[in-house]
């Protein structure tokens, strides 16, 4: 088996050369790469950049390498700010419901009657988890768990629920009772109309996990800040045309890419919101767009499931469409 050797800084530059990337500044490229490692930013970003497996296409630049990866820095945190905002929202709208369900009985999570019966291993799991995470915070001081469980010997859901994760949501909401998943389905379904307001349909609660399963998956990427280009779910989601057949996507197209998980949450975010992180991706794109000069900017939009032209399309034939549904193009809100 070949073994991969160490190499200096200097070693890295003068492979990077050999293969025919440009590098107009190379002190400021070694610095760049002593800060932000090689493997990070030529194996992870440098892809879209080659004509083969060691040649790099013409005028291909470090400064254009190391601009895409960037771009996908900031589109994390555009996307991982919009994911929080989701997060919150499912919270807030699952403790309500959770609670509504069981006015009398504080610790109704902890009751495996609470759940479907019919998942019985994955409700014996939630369980499990939402004990863990009494016993873990219990032991704290000026800790709200502490203070209800020491003055109340309870604690209701809408305390516990800010300390589940985002995968601990999903567990929990994918093993309620099919009445109580509606319930959530349904105050859902209104910020779909507040982005969508000729929506008048339902939202399947199958339809709303599979996108929470992926918007899961998404999120994992931005808080572990790994690369988005070049990442699918594992999944496609439902075919939701409500959303998909707004944006030309097909029951047989790919759900499982950055765009399709995009677009999926304005089913879980405000007008506003979800205008704000349209915006902030789209002003983001036309950057990258001015930094590339060797490739074009559909090469990598295509990379996040993105149609072709997506940065410009919309001041064309989507216009109106987005100006109902609150989009501001290429702006901040």
């Not at 190499?7 to 932000?36: C, F, P």
């Not at 083969?52 to 996307?79: C, G, H, P, T």
């Not at 009985?105 to 799991?125: F, G």
């Not at 399709?260 to 089913?267: A, D, E, K, M, R």
Request: proline content about 3%; hydrophobic content about 35%.
């Amino acid at each position: 088996m070949h073994k991969k050797e160490f190499k200096s800084i200097d070693q890295q530059i003068d492979l990077l050369q050999e293969r025919g990337l440009t590098i107009n500044d190379v002190e400021r490229a070694k610095k760049y790469l002593l800060s932000n490692n090689y493997y990070n930013i030529i194996n992870g970003y440098s892809k879209p950049f080659l004509e083969s497996e060691n040649l790099y296409i013409k005028n291909a630049s470090f400064d254009e390498v190391s601009r895409l990866y960037f771009f996908d820095k900031e589109l994390k945190q555009v996307l991982f700010n919009s994911i929080l905002d989701a997060e919150h929202h499912l919270k807030s709208i699952l403790a309500h419901r959770f609670a509504e369900a069981h006015p009398n009985n504080p610790k109704a999570y902890l009751d495996i009657n609470s759940y479907n019966h019919k998942k019985s291993l994955s409700v014996a799991h939630v369980i499990s988890s939402l004990n863990n995470i009494l016993r873990k915070n219990r032991q704290y001081r000026n800790n709200s768990i502490n203070h209800y469980l020491t003055n109340y010997n309870a604690v209701p859901i809408w305390v516990i629920i800010d300390y589940l994760t985002f995968g601990d949501l999903y567990s929990f909401l994918n093993c309620l009772p099919d009445n109580l998943q509606n319930r959530v389905a349904n105050d859902c379904a209104e910020f779909i109309v507040s982005n969508n307001p000729n929506f008048t349909g339902q939202f399947p609660p199958k339809t709303m996990l599979s996108f929470i399963k992926n918007i899961q998956e998404i999120r994992n990427v931005c808080a572990h800040n790994n690369r988005l280009i070049y990442f699918e779910c594992r999944s496609d989601t439902s075919y939701f045309p409500a959303i998909h057949s707004h944006y030309g996507i097909t029951p047989e197209d790919n759900r499982r890419s950055v765009y399709s998980t995009f677009i999926n949450l304005q089913c879980f975010v405000s007008k506003v919101e979800y205008a704000k992180l349209h915006n902030s991706i789209r002003k983001k794109v036309n950057t990258l767009n001015n930094q590339l000069k060797s490739i074009d900017i559909n090469s990598i939009l295509l990379l996040l499931g993105f149609p072709k032209n997506w940065n410009g399309c919309d001041k064309k034939g989507q216009q109106s469409n987005n100006k109902k549904r609150g989009i501001t193009i290429g702006t901040h809100l």
